[in-house]
């Protein structure tokens, strides 16, 4: 579907804003961070629905379904990252979302990054990485397909 934007016409993707799911997954309580995050990107102009507190995989999941997601942002304070991600991953190609991009944040040890990296996950944030760096990622890969995963031969 086409429409007129100014003197230029655009796809309707092109003009609706950037849908986001901010996930809390695991036993972790503590949500600050992740609300913080929500907050900025929703200033960023992103639409931003966070789910809270103690979401399963499945749960995720289903709300990016849901809701349209471009985006899922999972933060993860507690280590259970190599537990979630990959159910996490799974089940977005189950439901057909290989194209909504997976980010991580939270403590993320420096090993378990290209494993994250292999399985699909997008973006990985740690402590302290500048919002703007966060808003930036997702707004640059917008623009990008998302590349096939590359399979062993």
């Known amino acids: 579907m086409q429409y007129l934007y100014g003197s230029a016409r655009v796809g309707w993707e092109l003009m609706r804003k950037t849908r986001v799911v901010i996930a809390k ?4 309580g503590h949500d600050r961070g992740a609300k913080v995050i929500a907050r900025a990107l929703r200033d960023a102009g992103m639409e931003v629905i966070y789910t809270g507190l103690r979401q399963t995989p499945e749960q995720i999941a289903a709300t990016a379904l ?13 280590g259970a990252h190599m537990h ?12 057909g979302l290989e194209h909504v991009r997976v980010l991580v944040g939270g403590i993320i040890p420096d090993v378990d990054i290209p494993k994250l990296r292999e399985m699909g996950v ?3 944030f740690l402590p302290g990485s500048p ?3 966060i ?3 997702i707004n640059n ?3 990008q397909a998302v590349a096939p995963k590359a399979e062993a031969i």
């Open 66 to 78: 849901q809701e349209d997601a471009d985006v899922v942002g999972l933060s993860i304070l507690s």
């Open 25 to 28: 997954p695991g036993l972790d």
């Open 135 to 137: 808003i930036d990622f």
């Open 122 to 124: 997008t973006g990985i």
């Open 131 to 133: 919002m703007q760096s």
């Open 141 to 143: 890969s917008m623009g």
């Open 84 to 95: 979630i991600c990959p159910r996490l991953m799974e089940l977005l190609r189950a439901k």
